[in-house]
Nanobody, 127 residues
């Protein structure tokens, strides 16, 4: 049972990246999925969440309007499209899944949230 996140890398400011988070060993469509990030010297923060059905999404103010979370339950995968990247988006990004339908607010995404976590993947936004 695991989550596998892919898609990190080095990108210039204003650029885009797309993360995928694929589940193996369990059916992701019974889980809400969230993306977290942790910048050097900072606490891990939840930045986006999508309900198990895909019909409900939340974003942190820091990424709202630039990042889009989506899911393809047929592929057991959740995506995070990141556009207009800024240097302050530099962090290690994680996906996590919780066996719930949805969260009511981005504030529910505490660092201990989730039943399964993927390994972090680095994003560096720099010119």
């Amino acid at each position: 049972v695991q989550l596998q996140a892919c898609g990190g890398g080095l990108v210039q400011p204003g650029g885009s990246l797309r993360f995928s988070c694929a589940a193996s060993g369990f059916t992701l469509n019974h889980y809400a999925v969230a993306w977290f990030r942790q910048a050097p010297g900072k606490a891990r923060e939840g930045i986006s969440c999508i309900s198990s059905s895909g019909g409900n999404t939340h974003y942190a103010d820091s990424v709202k309007g630039r990042f889009t979370i989506s899911r393809d339950n047929a592929k057991n995968t959740v995506y995070l499209q990141m556009n207009s990247l800024k240097p302050e988006d530099t962090a290690v990004y994680y996906c996590a899944a919780a066996h719930i339908e949805y969260v009511l607010s981005i504030r529910e995404l505490l660092p201990q949230w989730g039943d399964y976590w993927g390994k972090g993947t680095q994003v560096t936004v720099s010119s």
